[in-house]
Every structure is written in C-alpha cells, then in structure tokens.
C-alpha cells in the first residue's frame, strides 16, 4: 500500500502543478495528507481524501468526455458495455452511443446531490452537410447521497429513414445546473442491407 500512495501523491502532486496555484496548494495537501494516513494503515482514509482531491478537479474542470463510443446493445452500467467492432451499421439498425461524461455540476437539493445534462443532435452528411438535428435529444437527470464520479448516458439513434452514406453524429452536452457545455462527434456510415 506504501508504494501505492506514494503512486498516487505523486500523481496529484503532478497535475496540481498543472492547475490553478490555489487548487494547486489545495490538491498538494490532499496528497500529502493520503500519503499520511496510508502510512498510518488509514486506508479508508486516505481514499476518502484522494477522493475529495479528484472532485476538488471535477468542480473546476469544465464538461469532459472520458469515453464516447458506439457499443452493441445495451450496456449494463458504468463500464458495462460492448464496444462495437466498427462504425458500420446496416440500414435501419439502431446507433447506441455510450458517453462517460465528467466535470458537470452537482448541486444539493432535497438532501441529495443533483446533476441535468441536456444533449442536443446534429446529423451531417458525408460533406458536413447538416441532413437532421433535435435539441434536447437526450435528457439525463442524476440523483445521488454522493457526488457520483462513474456516471454513465446511453443515447440511441433510430436511423432507419436514412440513406445508405457516410455521416457523423455530433452530440452537444449541456449542464443545465452550471454553465458548462462540451461536444464531441463519431463518424458512421450507413450501408444497405444484404
């Protein structure tokens, strides 16, 4: 476990140099007291306090994407996915998207802790043409005792009208509860049954 903490002080000590000075001195303290109570056998502890370390980054960061990607099916949680083995998909098939988002605001209420994130859709074709778009495609309300750092969203594209082409999907995410927004975009092509 020494060696661990010491990984991982290091690791926090690193990307506070990165960050801004005061969350810099903030997250060096959090680090400096992990490495203390691992040393001492306070192994919850010092979790604990690399915890608050990695959602001291999250209030600051702006809205990230860990992982966007096309799977297959439905994944079972966070993390509990099949990744798809291309970006190929039959006419009609439907397009899952599996988004790991991390930087949206929590705020409490109700004695919970409550995130909204808004997705908006654009469609474009082959040439960035846009052919479709919906905002407020997807709507992912999250309600938790805890600040939750492994949340997931499934957005599914039902595609079938669509002609056989090469498009690119873009999703646009907006934290409704704070003032954070961030995009992303995977290319697919639709091919014609056989």
């Known amino acids: 476990m020494k060696h661990v903490a010491v990984v991982l002080t290091f690791a926090v000590l690193a990307y506070a140099s990165l960050s801004g ?5 903030e997250l060096t303290d959090l680090a400096k007291q992990a490495e203390s109570d691992a040393k001492a056998g306070k192994h919850l502890e010092a979790y604990d306090t690399i915890r608050k370390a990695a959602l001291t980054e999250w209030e600051a960061a702006p809205l990230l994407f860990r992982k966007s990607l096309f799977v297959a099916g439905d994944p079972g949680g966070f993390g509990i996915y099949d990744p798809r083995a291309d970006n190929v998909f039959k006419k009609g098939e439907k397009l899952v998207i599996y988004v790991e988002p991390v930087g949206f605001t929590w705020q ?12 908006d859709l654009i469609v474009k074709d082959g040439e960035g043409t846009v052919v479709a778009q919906q905002e407020g495609f997807g709507t992912f309300t999250f309600k938790s005792h805890e600040k939750n750092m492994e949340v997931m969203s499934v957005l599914t594209i039902d595609f079938s ?9 873009e999703l646009k995410f907006n934290d409704k509860l704070g003032d954070k927004s961030a995009s992303f975009e995977l290319p697919f092509e639709i091919k014609e049954a056989q």
């Open 21 to 25: 000075a005061a969350r810099a001195g």
């Open 108 to 119: 409490p209420k109700d004695g919970l802790n409550n995130a909204l994130l808004v997705a």
């Open 161 to 169: 009208g669509a002609p056989a082409g090469k498009y690119i999907a």
